[in-house]
């Protein structure tokens, strides 16, 4: 039971940044852009936000926790809105390919990450870490020491992160915005068919563009939690490789659906630890690292058998519109 416990405990930690990444794409998507990019964001929201609450701890006689954790997300959710903005303007105005635009964003945005990360590691002359206080502000639970001790569901419920319950709420919202709101069917039918929300009067360009670019902004502040909690506060130019990519196999696992994800992106988080926690001697560790990849395809291939309409990708995913061809 204590070996359960704690793998779930560290899913949760390793599969909140996946959270956030999955739910940006997912908004993205649903308006019919597909952002391949997300590796790339996620680079650049762990290194600005990092970099915002650095300075911010630097320049400041007495820093508080509260606005160290606004400062980060404002920073990487300004990256990724910014590098998410370069992208909807290549595909969405100039109409560039968007498979081709996102693997190129995930180069860019890789790069920006590592140069801020390297800079700043060189102009301080060491590596480039938070204080004890604010790395225990960022890991601690909000919840009192008296819930956390409650048997089995204190450690469960009450022992994660601020960002954890935040992302659980923005999961909610997401959902209710997505599936109960006139304007959440307005971004729906954009990513179904944008000739007809076009011709219903509904301004496709605009809602493909606010959906990618807040999209990108949420995706890079899971970036940013992966530095200050999995990574310990402490930049690592290859410590993000791979969980943009993993955000992306997750938008499919869970079918474009928000509250999917948080279960998802736990299970995802299991499996990304897996292999420190259940040490089978004759499978090699690349195996453990390829399984969220290989249920992803097991998924897909099982929901594209059943053909089932709520379980498939929006149906101008990845496709440019052209309104004089309406």
Known sequence: MTLLITLIIAAITYGTPLLFGTLGEILTEKSGNLNLGVEGIMFMGGALGLGGVYYYEKFSSSPNGFVA??????????????ASLIFSFLTITLRANQNVTGLALTIFGTGVGQFTGE??????????ALSNHLKEFFSKSIFPQGLQNIPVAGKLLFSHSLFFYLALVLAVVMWWFLYKTR?????????ENPATADAAGINVTKFKYLSTIIGGGISAIGGMVYIVTTAGCVWNHEGLSGVGWLAVALVIFCMWHPLSAIWGSIFFGALMILYLRLIIPFIPTQLYKILPYLVTVIVLVISSMRNNKDKQPPASLGLPYFREDR
């Open 119 to 128: 800079y700043m590691r060189v102009h301080q002359g060491g590596y480039v």
């Open 183 to 191: 304007t959440g069917l307005h971004l729906r039918s954009v990513g």
């Open 69 to 82: 954790i606004l400062v980060g997300i404002f920073f990487a959710f300004l990256a990724g809105a910014i």
